[in-house]
């Protein structure tokens, strides 16, 4: 059985990506472990608070949490799992992620705003750091299934073994027809990745409704913004290069900048090495 990890942090956006994540394991018989991090305020910090009151705390967000995925569990009628951590996100999700052998991970995205900035530091360390399939849901999408899949890239430095497989595996799992857009000057690099028997053993293409789009663009991030409108699919996916020190102070991840600014879920394939 798949397992997915639902971070929550019980906010409105967290909440709707939680009922999108369940609409998805009912579907298609997942398990979901619902994934929280207690934090504690700075003023109990500051006063010294007691062991009893972190004991009292914990035992409060266990509750919550444990409530939570007792209703999850009702009303999709769906395995459901709760999983309360405290320390460093990435860390602590890595840790889960570990524990229970995850398959991909879920996290909600705010709406435009202060918070969303503030959580975008940690949706771009998941995309970025996270050796999962990472999906982000906008605030205000509901699951309806996942039969288009917009597949964009702009460097065949985003393309190895296990972004490829990851990348069956959805088009499979969801029976979805998936187009494959390339913003750059050339299609020959996906061409020989896609066409490569050792990247592509295993699967067959002519089980698979695909198709290729180019364009010739030097706003990378705009280009895309427009293919989502012209084709409305239901998930857009993308490959986050990993830019070294010195590249890292002239780029910035598309990736990254698509979750904060994308109007439909947005999964990031981790560039794992090979």
């Not at 409105?12 to 472990?33: D, F, G, P, W």
């Not at 690099?189 to 699967?203: A, K, P, Q, R």
Request: with cysteine.
């Amino acid at each position: 059985m798949k397992t997915i990890i639902v971070c929550t942090d019980f906010s409105q956006e967290a909440e709707n990506a939680t009922h999108y994540a369940a609409s998805l394991a009912k579907e298609n018989n997942y398990k979901i472990v619902l994934f929280n991090l207690q934090t504690v305020s700075i003023h109990a910090l500051n006063a010294q608070a007691s062991a009893d009151f972190f004991y009292e705390q914990t035992f409060k967000n266990q509750k919550k949490l444990a409530g939570k995925a007792s209703e999850i569990n009702t009303l999709y009628t769906i395995e459901t799992e709760y999983y309360l951590a405290s320390g460093s996100f990435i860390e602590e999700l890595e840790k889960c992620i570990s524990t229970i052998m995850c398959d991909f991970i879920v996290l909600g995205m705010a709406e435009k705003t202060l918070e969303q900035r503030l959580l975008g530091n940690t949706v771009s360390k998941a995309i970025h750091r996270i050796k999962k399939p990472v999906l982000i849901i906008p605030s205000h999408i509901e699951y309806t299934g996942i039969r288009k899949i917009l597949f964009a890239y702009d460097t065949h430095k985003s393309m190895t073994w296990s972004a490829m497989n990851d990348i069956y595996y959805f088009i499979n799992a969801f029976n979805s027809e998936i187009e494959i857009f390339n913003v750059s000057e050339s299609l020959e690099d996906f061409t020989e990745v896609i066409h490569d028997h050792d990247l592509n053993s295993g699967y067959d293409l002519n089980d698979i409704k695909y198709s290729f789009k180019m364009i010739q663009a030097i706003e990378v991030i705009k280009a895309i913004e427009e293919e989502v409108r012209l084709t409305n699919p239901d998930l857009l996916t993308m490959v986050p290069y990993k830019y070294n020190l010195v590249e890292s102070i002239f780029h910035r991840s598309k990736t990254a900048i698509m979750a904060y600014k994308n109007k439909v879920p947005l999964l990031s394939i981790p560039l794992n090495i090979d």
